[in-house]
C-alpha cells in the first residue's frame, strides 16, 4: 500500500504511536484492580483501532470511497491529508494539522492526560493511607480519572474520525459511567458519612463551575 499515492500501511508507526500513547496513559493511570485494567483496555482498544486506520489500513475511507470520491473529486483519498475527515466535508484547503479542530484536539488529549496524572496522584496516595480521594481535581469531579479519557479519546475523534471509533466513543462513554456508579458503590460501603457527604457536595463528571456544588451529573 506504499505507493506514490498512498500514505497508508505504515504498520510500524501504528506500533510506535500505539505504545506511546498507551504508555503515557499507563504510566499516569498505573491500573491496579480489575476495574481499573476494563477502564484501561477500553481506552486501549480505542488507540489501536484508531491508528490501524491513522497509518494501517484506512477502513473508513475504504468503505466510503465510492460516496467521497463522488462528493470529491479529484482529492486523493488514499493521501494522509483526506483522512481528516472533518477538514475533507468541511471543504477546507491546506495543512489540516493547522486547522481549528486539530488544534482544539491536541488541547482536549493534553488536558486528559495532565487530568489523569493529577487524579491518578491524588487516588494512590488516598489509597495508601485508605482514605477518600477529596483533593486536586476529586475536588471538583468525583471521577477525574474517566472523564480524563473520555477528553483523550473525544480529542483523537476530533482529528481523524473513524466509522468504528465513532461506533466505539458511546459505548466507551456508557461504561465508563456505569463503572463509575459501581465505584462510588464500594466507596459508599467503604467510607459510609463521609462518602455521602461528599458525594453530595461534588458533582459525578460535570464541574459546577459558576453554579454551586450541589450537583449530580
Known sequence: MNSANNDYGLWSLVLLNSVIFIGFAYSF?????PRDWRSFGAYSAFIVALFAEMYGFPLTIFLLSGWLGAKFPGVNLFGHD??????????????PHAGVLHILSFVAIFVGFILLSKAWHVLYHAQRRHELAATGPYRSIRHPQYVAFVLIM??????????????MFPVLVLMYVRLAISEEHDSEREFGEAWCAYSAE?????????????RHA
Do not use: D, E, M, V
Not at 208 to 213: D, I, L, N, V
Open 202 to 214: 461534588t458533582p459525578r463528571f460535570i464541574p459546577a463551575w459558576g453554579g454551586g456544588r450541589h
Open 82 to 95: 483526506a483522512g481528516h475527515l472533518w477538514w475533507l466535508f468541511t471543504g477546507q484547503h491546506g495543512n
Open 29 to 33: 493511570f498505573k491500573p491496579s484492580t
Open 154 to 167: 473525544f480529542g483523537f475523534l476530533l482529528q481523524w474520525p473513524t466509522l468504528l471509533t465513532l461506533a
